[in-house]
């Protein structure tokens, strides 16, 4: 069955330093999603990627994010300089053509991000 | 704007006892779909079910069974005959047009 693969699973870095979190989408899936879970807290929305540009942000994804679809199959986010609130769980997710109506997502296993 | 949320912040029960996660949501849409999700202590998300706006019927699916009900705006999800795998943290979540979670139910189902 088709997954949304992530890595790394666990990244720890410095803060200040740059971190790019990889996601490779379901094949045929049009629509692509980051979503952040700090530790004990609930799943948030940070971005929707559609047509080769960023469809919809939420008030997270400020200058310090951006994403990117480099080679067609995978699906990066870049924090450029991280912080120690950046710490979380961050989730790809991947959809197709009618999910932004369903809401019908596949999410991959998250990528811990630990900022020292 | 929309929200959902999850007054229960946790739960805990003696193995084989039923659980039942309250779920209340807030939309403007007349469309919209619901979820619940399972995060497992392992970190992932797992989908358990979407029902959607124009679909009251409410459904059992093993030890899964949930009520919808359109009047109160809940989405209610009962785990019958509750097991320890289960202990996981519940996320009731809404769409329209993109995905937003409750803050979370833990379930913890004691031996």
């Known amino acids: 069955e088709p997954e949304v693969t992530q890595t790394p699973s666990h990244q720890v870095t410095q803060m200040g330093q740059e971190v790019i979190l990889r996601c490779v989408p379901i094949?045929?899936?049009?629509?692509f999603y980051w979503y952040r879970q700090i530790l004990g807290q609930k799943v948030e929305f940070l971005v929707s990627?559609?047509?080769?540009?960023?469809?919809?942000k939420s008030e997270i994804f400020d200058d310090q994010f951006s994403v990117e679809r480099p080679d067609g199959s995978n699906f990066t986010l870049k924090i450029r300089s991280t912080k120690l609130e950046d710490s979380a769980m961050y989730f790809c997710?991947?959809?197709?053509?009618?999910?932004?109506?369903?809401?019908?997502?596949?999410f991959g296993e998250g990528s811990r991000l630990t900022v020292l | 704007a929309q929200k959902v949320t999850q007054a229960q912040t946790e739960i805990s029960v003696v193995e084989k006892e039923d659980v039942t996660l309250d779920c209340v949501y807030e939309?403007?849409?007349?469309?919209?779909?619901l979820f619940w999700y399972k995060q497992p202590p392992s970190g992932e998300l797992v989908f358990l079910i979407r029902?959607?706006?124009?679909?009251?019927q409410n459904e059992i699916s093993g030890r899964y069974s949930w009520n919808f009900q359109k009047s109160t705006s809940s989405f209610n999800f009962t785990i019958t005959a509750s097991q320890v795998v289960d202990s996981a943290v519940y996320f009731c979540?809404?769409?329209?047009?993109?995905?937003?979670f409750g803050a979370g139910t833990t379930v913890t189902v004691r031996a």
């Open positions: 979540a809404l769409n329209d047009y993109k995905l937003s």
């Open positions: 939309t403007r849409d007349t469309t919209y779909y």
């Open positions: 990627f559609y047509n080769n540009e960023i469809s919809e």
């Open positions: 997710a991947s959809g197709t053509d009618s999910s932004p109506n369903t809401g019908e997502l596949f």
């Open positions: 029902r959607n706006s124009f679909d009251e």
């Open positions: 094949s045929n899936h049009l629509y």
